[in-house]
């Protein structure tokens, strides 16, 4: 083919894209434009399993409300099943108690604006707390007011919390309102909120403490220096007296029934 031709090849191309769902062919013919293929997870009821799928466009609608197709790395209308980007469910993360900033002030654990501090997760998934599971660590509070609001992605406020997991040893304590695991190295961590006060522990007695009071007394506290098993970037040590409120620089959640 000449430069001429190749340029007219091309042309073509170019009107069929402009004129999204339309091309014009040489003969004169109209033909729509198939809708692209859509990737879905289709159940397959014979295996019990999702199975990824390429369906024409047009039938996506279909397959979501018929066949109780998901689309991939996404959860079912109910929430009750999720699936990775290859259609294999995600098995549930089971966090057994939490303490956590709550950035946005209302009360309850938001994961995409509260922050985590520390988390007991049932890492060997047998849904009890037992040797096994993990203490996972994000970021701590370095004063009684961190971040602002609205939440701010760039919380100034924070220290980090090294390492980022241990394995639980042994259980002392696994109650609606009061969670103890050590670590091999002999380690406690603690979330607790008994009625008046939360405490989470982050490490060694008397070490990484964070002491929220809802009372006059005693005091607020956190108390994080450096050293022991969970090794903050940054200590801090401050207390101020107790002020009656459940303040939000850290929160416990326990998530065990009675
Ligand atoms: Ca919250
Ligand atoms: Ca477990
Ligand atoms: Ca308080
Ligand atoms: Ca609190």
Not at 144 to 161: E, H, Q, T, V, Y
């Amino acid at each position: 083919m000449n430069l001429v031709g190749q340029r007219r090849k091309r042309t073509s191309v170019w009107l069929c894209a402009a004129f999204a769902g339309v091309c014009i062919l040489g003969t004169g013919q109209v033909e729509a434009a198939k809708m692209p293929k859509v990737e879905l997870c289709h159940f397959d009821a014979d295996e019990g399993v999702f199975k990824k799928i390429s369906v024409s466009g047009n039938a996506v609608q279909n397959h979501l409300a018929n066949h109780g197709d998901i689309f991939p790395a996404s959860s079912n209308g109910a929430g009750t099943i999720t699936l990775d980007a290859e259609c294999n469910e995600v098995i549930a993360r089971n966090v057994f108690s939490r303490a956590y900033i709550d950035t946005d002030r209302d009360g309850t654990y938001d994961p995409q604006v509260d922050v985590e501090i520390s988390e007991l997760v049932d890492t060997n998934m047998d849904g009890v707390i037992n040797a096994g599971d993990t203490v996972e660590f994000g970021q701590y509070p370095k004063t009684f007011d961190p971040c602002s609001l609205p939440p701010d992605a760039d919380c100034p406020d924070l220290g980090n919390l090294t390492p980022t997991s241990v394995v639980v040893t042994n259980v002392f304590s696994a109650t609606p309102n009061s969670v103890i695991v050590q670590s091999a190295s002999g380690s406690l961590f603690n979330w607790e909120n008994p009625g008046g006060l939360e405490i989470v522990r982050l490490g060694t007695i008397p070490e990484q403490i964070l002491f929220d009071s809802f009372l006059d007394q005693p005091n607020d506290a956190i108390t994080i220096p450096l050293g022991g098993e969970a090794d903050p970037s940054d200590a801090v040590d401050i207390t101020r007296p107790g002020n009656g409120a459940n303040d939000y620089f850290f929160n416990v959640e326990i998530n065990l029934a009675p």
